[in-house]
Nanobody, 125 residues
Framework: QVQLVESGGGLVQAGDSLRLSCAAS????????MGWFRQAPGKEREFVAA????????YYADSVKDRFTISRDNIKNTVYVTMNNLKPEDTAVYYC??????????????????WGRGTQVTVSS
């Protein structure tokens, strides 16, 4: 069993930066691809970024590429997403997710096994 707890959300202005953290408990963290997803009010949840266990492979949604950076610390069992130049359209609940160990990172949310409860990010214009 894996538990994921997100933190770092808040209310910021357009152009500001935030770093979200996701602390994971359980086994095999360093072998699990991790992902970030978000859900804006009235919209479906969408992919943001994913990272492989060794942090070599990373994927980003086109909407956040060049602004967001996903990273992980396998000693601290934590995955991060650093969000720069935030826009009002980035407003959403951000969720962390974990895949089965020794699989590959993916943008498909159906392939993630465990989910956190989310952290709210609100960007004002």
């Amino acid at each position: 069993q894996v538990q994921l707890v997100e933190s770092g959300g808040g209310l910021v202005q357009a152009g500001d930066s935030l770093r979200l953290s996701c602390a994971a408990s359980g086994r095999s963290f360093s072998s699990r691809p991790m992902g970030w997803f978000r859900q804006a009010p009235g919209k479906e949840r969408e992919f943001v970024a994913a990272i492989g266990g060794s942090a070599v492979t990373k994927y980003y949604a086109d909407s956040v590429k060049d602004r967001f950076t996903i990273s992980r610390d396998n000693i601290k069992n934590t995955v991060y997403v650093t969000m720069n130049n935030l826009k009002p359209e980035d407003t959403a609940v951000y969720y962390c997710a974990a895949r089965t160990p020794f699989t590959t990172p993916t943008s498909n949310e159906a392939e993630f096994e465990y989910w956190g409860r989310g952290t709210q990010v609100t960007v004002s214009s």
